[in-house]
Each structure stands twice: as C-alpha cells, then as structure tokens.
C-alpha cells in the first residue's frame, strides 16, 4: 500500500497570513501514461462530510477559492491557503487515486492563531 | 442538483451486520463510481472500497476481504454497503460519495455503532 505522510500535524496561521501543508507518498502517484499525478486534497470542516479541493495534484474544483493551490510531482505535494480567512479553519486530507487501496493521509487541523 | 443520502444512524451489536444505503440523484448513477469511507470517532480517513454501478464490480481494502460488500440497485439508483461480523473497531462514520479519483459529492454520512 502506498502510505501519505502529511505535516504538520496542525498548524495555527494569523488571518491573512499563508498556510501550508505537506503531503509525501512513499511511492510516486504519477503516472507516465498521461503525465497526471493522482493526488487529490480534501477540506473536512467539523460534523460534516470532505469536501473537494483540488485533483490531479494542482487543479482545482469548481467553486473553490483561488486562495487554495496545490503543487508538487512524484512523491512531495503541497497545498498552500494563500491568505487564510477565518471559514478555513477545518482538518486538510491528501489522497493518493494512483492504485487500490486509494489511502488517505493522516490529516492537518488548520487554526486561526 | 446532485445529492447522495444515506441512511440514518445504526446500532449494531458485535458479530452483527449493517447495510447501509446511498441513493442518488441528479445525474445518471450508472456513469460514476461510488466510494466508500469511514472515518472512527476523532480519527481520519479510511477508503474502504468502491463500486462500479454499470458492472457491479467492486473491489475492497484488503483489511475489509470477506467482511464487506458492495452492491447496488439501478432501478432506484442507489449503492448499498454490507459490512458483517462487526466489531467495536467498526464503530465510525461511514461516508460515500461520487467518483473514485476525485470525490466530488459526498453523502451526509451515517453514523454506525458497534455496542453490546
């Protein structure tokens, strides 16, 4: 199984500020064929379900933010809030969809400091 | 409007089973995958398994191989997951949702708990 290390555990960022989220697969979820790397990131806001950020590494679902962007290939990815608004507050996943079983990682809570 | 709604909250006790129910609508249910998740009380996120509603293949996480099931009904457009010889580990959240790469809608969630 493909393990997603995400760090840090959680992070507490000013109003306005940038937040940043770190997410490593122990083995690459790119994929040669199409040149897609199949991670996806979701927002988890208490007592309700994940919420679709951003797929393929770097694009971003319709309706989200532009405040939200991910980056990174192969093995090392990043999600960056660029100006942290006080409805961000929420736990952040990274899911690598290259193969079965699709993991999550392990989750980063995001606070206002 | 695309809308995944589960089934309401189960109490189950050990060795027991529970099917829970995801009917959607608002788009053709036989042209995405459905995903199955749960997540334990204060604990991430666990794929279990998805479904392809054309087919009805599925495939499972391997921690889950004979303990779960994965069904469906066309004719009302909805995904069913069974989960047998239950125990308190199995207590948590059970989400599905669209797709199998990127999770666009998601259901509310239905809470199972395992208690003797």
């Known amino acids: 199984d493909i393990v997603m290390t995400q760090s840090p555990d959680s992070l507490a960022v000013s109003l306005g500020e940038r937040a940043t989220i770190n997410c490593k697969s122990s083995?690459?979820?790119?994929?040669?064929?199409?040149?897609?790397?199949?991670l996806t990131w979701y927002q988890q806001k208490p007592g309700q379900p994940p919420k679709l950020l951003i797929y393929?590494?770097?694009t971003r679902e319709s309706g989200v933010p532009d405040r939200f962007s991910g980056s990174g290939s192969g093995t090392d990815f990043t999600l960056t809030i660029s100006s942290l608004q006080a409805e961000d507050v929420a736990i952040y996943y990274c899911?690598?969809?290259?193969?079965?079983?699709?993991?999550f990682g392990g989750g980063t809570r995001v606070e206002i400091k | 409007q695309v809308l995944l709604v589960q089934s309401g909250a189960e109490v189950k006790k050990p060795g027991a089973s529970v099917r829970v129910s995801c009917k959607t609508s608002g788009y053709s249910f036989t042209s995405y995958d459905v995903t199955w998740v749960r997540q334990a009380p204060g604990q991430g996120l666990e794929w279990m398994g998805w479904?392809?509603?054309?087919?009805?293949?599925?495939g499972y996480a391997q921690q889950f191989q004979g303990r779960l099931t994965m069904t469906r009904d066309t004719s009302i457009s909805t995904a069913y997951m069974e989960l047998n010889s239950l125990r308190s580990e199995d207590t948590a959240v059970y989400y599905c949702?669209?797709?199998?790469?990127?999770?666009?809608?998601w259901g509310q969630g239905t809470t199972v708990t395992v208690s003797s």
């Open positions: 899911q690598q969809c290259y193969n079965t079983p699709r993991t």
């Open positions: 393929w590494a770097s």
């Open positions: 949702a669209r797709g199998t790469h990127d999770l666009d809608v």
């Open positions: 083995q690459s979820v790119l994929y040669s064929s199409n040149n897609k790397n199949y």
């Open positions: 479904m392809n509603p054309d087919s009805g293949n599925a």
